[in-house]
């Protein structure tokens, strides 16, 4: 766990006028329900432990009041925990003072929001050098820089507008021009995109996606839209009424859900798409030649195209020139079918 | 049953109708010489105001005299500017605040005709004590309101003294006043006035910063800001269209309050409307009253375009 950005470890965090006295109940197992009717103490998150890596796009993903959005506010102390320990890079955030905790919120970290939160005064430049002139940058830098990250997120030519003049879409590139600028390496997405369309949200995506290949910045993505966190998630955290239910890889959550919720919530989506040929293929290396080769970064989508229908094709797969193992495209229609209908088939529709 | 048992009957009824009386102070005095009056009373509330009121005079004169000076200077500079200058200004201050041609030429024409029919000097004089009192109000009104925002605590006290502020009759202001102040200070009106019409903007200020986006403030937060950095940025810019609201407010209780103030000696378009009442000339009083309907309708249009002006830089799709 060298690599590790932030650890998150035994965070709980109750939401009430005693929350201290609520922990030892909470750990001890107390449901949420239960507090919430016995005590009226909400417990908003149950021994959270997660580590996020450097580099990396962690999702955390749950329903509306699952607790994510209570989690990502601990990141940044916006919101103090009951209990627990967050480290980031380094550094307990939980024992800053008020000044040093102004300079982690200044310089190590950025957030996106929701509903993008722009000061509606100011216009696109000075909003997206705001990170920059809260710490009294100079002005001809903060102005440089603002410019060239609305350049990046494709604003050029907006900068004299004011927020409202904007759509949706642009006011949330605005907001990730901002949190750009700031330079700093943690970068945290409050349900970024969930206020806007999904063509525009689609669009949003591919774009963090594009930067991210150039900037390996840590980011945490907080969403409610499961296809989104498979789209860009490296690590996938699910949380159920604040408490996480699995977390790991998004390829090896989707083939081993750990429980009839996990796979209730990844029934629905489209396997082919999001499946990769490389989470499917098994890994023995076969001598012959006369395979085609498949990348195992291809979806199982584009290995059906190739097979042309044929169900008893066999494909090599490779990743960065090498071969990795074989694909028999049997497996491919296996890992079509959700876990839970295949050993149950009573029960698919 | 003869005539008398009737009459003695009658009368042992209304012996009985005849209701025990509430146990007021008067009543209680003729039973006990020892109970105050309610005369002793208000007298006894009288000799306390007496008593303090020289300690409070010594604290509250010097504190105090800035006013006097401010409202006599304003109301000097205001008479001695030529007529042509002083109505440059005002339609050029007019312009500025509103930026709206129309609102600028009603302007011209309204003072053009207080002039015309020589009230112009009078008008003047209520407008430099409505200026100077509308300043302080701001002054002392905004910061008051930006510290209720941020206290539960004192915006439960203030609250309470606000509506006492408000719903008070203005003349009630001027009795402790006279006993403070000489009628001939120009800061027993003055004060009268501030305390009048302050209350709006201290209400809509605290309101203004208190109705701020959580979610702006939140990103304030999120970037680092200090408390101070987020008041200049976020909070009192957002919150600049309700406080531009609460001076409108401020501006038209002054004026409600300067014709009154008149008894007390403030100077202006009130005097005239006093002699018309206490002389009984009516076309006096009347044109005076009108001369403010005007005043007040020009304070209200230009404060009132500076608001949408306002208004129009924040809200979407404006």
Redesign the interface.
């Known amino acids: 766990m060298t690599d590790s950005f932030i650890s998150i470890r035994n965070l709980y965090k109750i939401f009430g006028p005693n929350s201290s006295a609520m922990i030892s109940r909470a750990k001890s197992g107390m449901h949420k329900a239960d507090m919430l009717k016995e005590f009226g103490h909400v417990l908003g998150l149950r021994n959270i432990n997660i580590e996020i890596k450097k580099g990396e796009i962690t999702v955390i993903m749950g329903l509306s009041g699952s607790g994510k959005s209570t989690l990502i506010r601990h990141l940044?102390r916006?919101i103090d925990p009951t209990s627990g320990e967050v480290i980031v890079n380094g550094t307990d955030i939980l024992k800053l003072d008020r000044l040093q905790?102004?300079?982690?919120?200044?310089t190590q970290?950025?957030?996106v929001?929701?509903?993008?939160?722009?000061?509606?005064?100011e216009t696109v430049l000075t909003n997206a050098g705001?990170?920059c002139s809260?710490?009294g940058d100079d002005r001809r830098v903060i102005d440089k820089s603002a410019r060239e990250w609305l350049h990046r997120v494709g604003l050029s030519g907006a900068e004299a507008l004011?927020p409202?003049q904007l759509s949706g879409g642009m006011q949330q590139r605005v907001g990730l021009a901002r949190a750009l600028t700031?330079n700093s390496e943690l970068m945290?997405m409050d349900e970024a995109y969930s206020a806007l369309d999904p063509l525009i949200r689609s669009s949003m995506q591919d774009l963090l996606l594009e930067l991210q290949e150039d900037l390996q910045k840590t980011i945490v993505f907080i969403t409610h839209d499961l296809d989104e966190a498979l789209k860009i998630a490296d690590h996938l955290v699910i949380l159920k009424d604040g408490e996480i239910v699995q977390q790991g890889e998004p390829q090896h959550i989707l083939l081993n859900p750990a429980d009839p919720y996990i796979e209730d919530f990844v029934s629905d989506i489209n396997r082919a798409r999001v499946l990769r040929v490389r989470s499917v293929m098994t890994e023995t290396i076969s001598g012959s030649t006369d395979l085609e080769l498949l990348d195992g970064d291809e979806n199982l989508e584009a290995a059906i195209l190739r097979s042309k229908g044929e169900a008893g094709k066999t494909f090599a797969v490779h990743t960065a020139g090498q071969q990795v193992g074989t694909l028999k495209m049997t497996d491919v229609l296996k890992a079509l079918v959700p876990a839970a209908r295949r050993s149950n088939p009573s029960n698919a529709e | 049953m003869t005539l008398d048992e009737l009459v003695s009957k009658a009368g042992g009824g209304e012996a009985e109708v005849e209701a025990i009386p509430f146990p007021s102070l008067d009543v209680l005095h003729k039973a006990c010489g020892s109970i105050p009056r309610t005369r002793d009373m208000t007298a006894g509330l009288e000799r306390l105001f007496l008593d303090v009121k020289d300690p409070i005079k010594v604290v509250l004169d010097p504190l105090t005299q800035p006013l006097s000076w401010a409202l006599r200077n304003a109301i000097e500079t205001m008479q001695s500017l030529p007529w042509w200058a002083a109505i440059i200004i005002l339609v050029l201050i007019a312009q500025l605040a509103g930026r709206r041609v129309g609102v600028t030429l009603f302007v011209l024409a309204s003072f053009l005709g207080l002039a015309f029919i020589d009230h112009f000097a009078y008008a003047m004089q209520t407008l430099a004590i409505i200026l100077v009192c509308t300043l302080i109000c701001v002054l002392i009104g905004v910061p008051i309101g930006i510290a209720m925002s941020r206290s539960n605590v004192l915006e439960r006290w203030l609250t309470p003294m606000l509506d006492m502020l408000q719903t008070l009759p203005t003349f009630v202001y001027l009795i402790p006043l006279i006993f403070l102040f000489s009628v001939t200070e120009p800061k027993l009106y003055g004060i009268a006035i501030i305390l009048y019409a302050i209350v709006p903007a201290i209400r809509l200020t605290n309101l203004g910063i208190r109705l701020v986006?959580a979610?702006?403030l939140?990103?304030a937060?999120?970037?680092?800001?200090?408390s101070r950095?987020k008041l200049l940025?976020?909070q009192l810019?957002?919150a600049?269209p309700n406080i531009m609201a609460g001076i409108n407010q401020t501006i038209m209780l002054s004026l409600s309050m300067v014709v009154i103030a008149s008894l007390v000696s403030a100077p202006g378009l009130g005097t005239l409307v006093l002699r018309g009442i206490n002389k009984l000339e009516l076309g006096v009083g009347l044109v005076a009253g009108l001369g403010i309907v005007i005043l007040a309708i020009v304070l209200d249009r230009v404060s009132r375009a500076a608001l949408q002006r306002v208004n129009k830089?924040?809200?979407?799709?404006a």
């Open positions: 940044n916006l905790l102004l300079q982690l919120r200044r970290m950025s957030m929001f929701q509903k993008f939160a722009l000061l509606p005064h705001m990170p809260v710490r004011y409202h700031s945290l | 986006d979610d702006v939140e990103a937060d999120a970037f680092g800001m200090t950095q940025r976020v810019p957002l600049l830089m924040h809200q979407p799709g």
